[in-house]
C-alpha cells in the first residue's frame, strides 16, 4: 500500500483513469489544501474509490491528546499521542494580520541535548515518520477552519533535530510544496538545526528556496558546547564555512537563532564576536528571550535592555535584527514538564520491553 502522499503511486493505484485522477485531486484540495476533514473530503470520490481509500489509508497517524490556548496572545500548543504511546507538540503562532504559523516536530525528544531545551534534557526515542510529520499540518489546519484561517508558514522547530531525521523531513518538505498535495510556497518553509553540516548542504542544494536557521545561541566555542553538547563535534570554524557554501543573498538570508543568556551570551564581546563569525554571511538574527525550564537554573534570561541593547550594536554592524518575545509563555512550561515526563517513562518502557524480546 502506498502512501497517501505519493500522488503517482496512488493514480496508478487505479489505473491512471483519467475521471479517477480528477477526482483524486479535488478530494486531496478538499482534505489537504481548504482543511476539510477525511471523510468530507472522501464525497469527491465514487463510491467504489473512497471505499479503497478508506480500507487502505490512516488519516491520522497521530491523536490529538490536548490543546492549551494561551490566555495572554494567539498561541495554541497542540499535543499529539503516537501510536507507540509517546508525547509531541506543534504551536500554531497567530499574528493579529491573520497570518498563521505552525512550529511542527520532527522527531520524538532530540540527540542534541541542549542544556536550555525541556526535549533536548529528554533524550532521543526515535523519528517521526513523514505521515506523522505531515499530520502535525493536517490536523492543525482542520482546527484553524473553523477560524476562517489556514496555516500560512510552516517551520521545523519544535520537537526534535530536522537533520537528524533527513529522510523523512525531506520527504516532508517535497509534499508540503507539491502542488498536487498542500501546495505551500517552499519560502513558506523554515527548517532549524544545531548544526549539521553534510545535511545542510544537501538541504540547500536539493530545496534552494526552502529558508534554513541556525540555533547558534553563542558565537564562541566553548560557550556554546557548554550550551549545546553536539558543538563539541562541530566547531564554529566549520559551521562558518558551511554558511559560505550555502545559496544565501539578501533575499534569502539563514536565519541566526540566539538565546539571550545574563552574562553569558548578552555582552558587549559577544557581540563583537557574533559580528566576526557572520562577516560576509547573509543573515537575519533573531535575539530569543530564554524561558526557564526545569534542571536548568544556572541559566538566567537577559533584560529587555540587554536585549535591546545588543541588538542595537549588531544592527549598527548592519545585520537586520528580530528582538522576540515570548508567545504563549503561560502554557510553554506546564506542557513541556508533561511531555517530558510521560515520553520518558514510556521510551524507558519501550527498551525494556525490547531488550525482553531479544534475550
Not at 483524486?24 to 481548504?34: A, G, I, N, V
Request: neutral net charge; proline residues 4%; glycine residues 6%.
Amino acid at each position: 500500500m502506498p502512501p497517501w502522499y505519493d500522488v503517482n503511486a496512488w493514480n496508478a493505484r487505479f489505473g491512471n483513469d483519467s475521471q479517477t485522477v480528477h477526482s483524486l485531486r479535488r478530494f486531496r484540495t478538499r482534505w489537504l489544501k481548504q482543511g476539510r476533514s477525511f471523510e468530507e473530503a472522501l464525497a469527491e470520490l465514487s463510491p467504489e474509490v473512497a471505499s479503497d481509500l478508506k480500507a487502505e489509508i490512516e488519516p491520522h497517524p497521530l491523536q490529538l491528546a490536548e490543546r492549551h490556548d494561551s490566555q495572554v496572545d494567539g498561541a495554541t500548543k497542540l499535543i499529539f499521542r503516537t501510536d507507540d504511546g509517546l508525547l509531541i507538540e506543534s504551536v500554531l503562532l497567530r499574528a493579529g494580520t491573520g497570518r498563521t504559523s505552525l512550529c511542527i516536530s520532527s522527531q520524538v525528544g532530540c540527540a542534541a541535548a541542549c542544556r536550555f531545551c525541556a526535549t533536548g534534557q529528554m533524550g532521543i526515542a526515535r523519528n517521526l515518520s513523514t505521515a506523522q510529520i505531515l499530520d502535525q499540518v493536517v490536523q492543525a489546519n482542520q482546527l484553524l477552519r473553523d477560524e476562517d484561517r489556514r496555516v500560512r508558514n510552516i517551520v521545523f522547530m519544535g520537537m526534535g533535530e530536522p537533520l537528524h531525521n533527513p529522510a523523512n523531513v525531506t520527504t516532508a518538505i517535497t509534499a508540503l510544496s507539491s502542488p498536487l498535495l498542500f501546495d505551500y510556497s517552499p519560502q513558506r518553509l523554515l527548517v532549524s538545526t544545531v548544526g549539521i553540516p553534510e545535511e545542510m548542504v544537501r538541504l540547500d542544494d536539493q530545496f534552494p528556496q526552502v529558508n534554513l536557521a541556525l540555533s547558534l545561541h553563542s558565537a564562541d566555542q566553548d560557550e556554546r558546547q557548554e550550551l549545546i553538547p553536539l558543538a563539541k563535534s562541530v566547531p564554529l570554524s566549520r559551521l562558518r564555512e558551511t554558511l559560505l557554501k550555502l545559496k544565501l543573498s539578501a533575499k534569502r538570508r539563514i536565519m541566526i537563532e540566539y538565546l539571550m543568556l545574563a552574562e553569558r551570551t548578552d555582552r558587549d564581546s559577544d557581540a563583537e564576536k557574533l559580528i566576526a563569525f557572520l562577516k560576509n554571511i547573509p543573515a537575519h538574527i533573531n535575539l530569543i528571550p530564554y524561558n526557564s525550564i526545569d534542571g536548568a537554573d544556572h541559566l538566567t534570561g537577559s533584560t529587555q535592555a540587554s536585549r535591546e541593547r545588543f541588538g542595537h550594536r549588531l544592527k549598527e554592524a548592519g545585520f537586520p535584527v528580530t528582538i522576540r518575545y515570548s508567545l504563549g509563555a503561560d502554557i510553554a512550561a506546564a506542557c513541556g514538564q508533561l511531555i517530558q515526563r510521560e515520553n520518558r517513562e514510556i521510551a524507558r518502557q519501550l527498551r525494556t520491553s525490547h531488550a525482553a524480546a531479544d534475550s
